[in-house]
């Protein structure tokens, strides 16, 4: 079975420091892997998805993540926030043409 | 425009009375799905349905129904069985490629509460 794990309830950083969200997923088939975005009483933006191909995958918004089989994690990462970024961030795994979401990541991003 | 429509976007009900949220895409996608969300609990899956005419149950399917006659709509009724019902509830939809869905699109969401 897929499961994804979000390593981290919420995130605390101060504008212009970088982040990094974490996600681990376990599966032991070829899996698709996303990253939401979730501005307050709004529903799902996607961020960046990774299909196949090239392990680094450059998103909307200045995120990026990198798929890492042997660890079987896809960290989300952004070099420089900014106090919009301020958000719930979603992992989650395609199973069966299902997705499996982690828990969320709430941002908090401080002057 | 294309998207997904969901209405209304906040709503109140008496406890005992079914309540019937809307959702509505012209996305042309194949694929539609229900999401329930309370804090600090992620999504959780109440129904899907991968083609018209056609839909299974997720994880939490007990006290809802759904139906699924034409591709763009696929309302969610949330009955007095329902032992929670207030909640966030969010609709997505999925194009399908060789049979499979990958990523989703979300709805704006609709705020039940249920006193």
């Known amino acids: 079975a897929q499961s994804v794990t979000q390593l981290d309830s919420q995130v605390p950083v101060f504008e212009e420091a970088p982040v990094e969200l974490r996600c681990n997923y376990s599966s032991s088939v070829s899996v698709y892997l996303f990253w939401y975005v979730q501005y307050p009483n709004q529903g799902l933006q996607l961020l960046l998805k990774y299909l196949s191909g090239s392990t680094l995958v450059k998103g909307i918004n200045g995120f990026e993540a990198e798929f890492n089989k042997s660890q079987t994690s896809f960290h989300l990462r952004k070099p420089s926030v900014h106090i919009s970024d301020t958000a719930e961030y979603f992992c989650a795994v395609s199973r069966g043409g299902k997705l499996i979401f982690g828990q969320g990541t709430e941002l908090s991003v401080k002057p | 425009d294309g998207g997904i429509t969901q209405s209304p976007k906040y709503l109140f009900r008496k406890e005992g009375q079914n309540v019937t949220l809307s959702c509505e895409q012209n996305l042309n996608h194949d694929a539609m799905y229900w999401y329930r969300q309370d804090p600090g609990q992620g999504l959780r899956l109440i129904y899907y349905?991968?083609?018209?005419?056609?839909?299974q149950k997720g994880d939490i399917a007990e006290g809802y129904s759904v139906s699924r006659e034409k591709k763009e709509s696929f309302p969610l009724t949330v009955t007095s069985a329902q032992k929670n019902p207030t909640a966030f509830y969010l609709c997505?939809?999925?194009?399908?490629?060789?049979?499979?869905?990958?990523?989703?699109?979300f709805g704006p969401g609709t705020r039940l509460t249920v006193t």
């Open positions: 997505a939809s999925s194009p399908r490629d060789g049979g499979l869905s990958y990523e989703q699109y």
């Open positions: 349905s991968q083609i018209v005419n056609d839909f």
